[in-house]
């Protein structure tokens, strides 16, 4: 049974950082893309951030440029994205996804939900003005 874990999510002050990991295990991913989701509340799911096999391409919806990070430990089996400088619109359950082909070319990951097969369960990510 292949199962995605986020931990790290919780509350923080506007202008704090949190960071989130995302453990697999079940399979592993370390040939393949994987993703970070988010959803508020009343809105739709939207790409975060996401990363290639390699790690050594990332794609990272424009709000979040510069303030978030994706990386990857593959011997682990692990995702992380790093938030700073998190602002009150950032606040969503934050979903982990792993894409079930194997994709060991090198160009931008797929970011659109339907290209990932694995999700995990989510993390609350608050974060107060």
């Known amino acids: 049974q292949v199962l995605l874990v986020e931990s790290g999510g919780g509350l923080v002050q506007a202008g704090g950082s949190l960071r989130l990991s995302c453990a697999a295990s079940?399979?592993?991913?370390?040939?393949?893309?994987m993703g970070w989701f988010r959803q508020a509340p009343g809105k739709e799911r939207e790409s975060v951030a996401a990363?290639?096999?390699?790690?050594?391409?990332?794609y990272y919806v424009d709000s979040v440029k510069g303030r978030f990070t994706i990386s990857r430990d593959n011997a682990k089996n692990t995702v992380y994205l790093q938030m700073n400088s998190l602002k009150p619109e950032d606040t969503a359950v934050y979903y982990c996804?792993?894409?079930?082909?194997?994709?060991?070319?090198?160009?931008?990951?797929?970011?659109?939900?339907?290209?990932?097969?694995?999700w995990g369960q989510g993390t609350q990510v608050t974060v107060s003005s």
């Open positions: 079940g399979r592993t991913f370390s040939r393949n893309a």
């Open positions: 996804a792993a894409d079930g082909n194997t994709r060991l070319s090198y160009g931008p990951p797929p970011h659109n939900d339907y290209e990932y097969e694995y």
């Open positions: 990363i290639i096999w390699s790690g050594s391409y990332v």
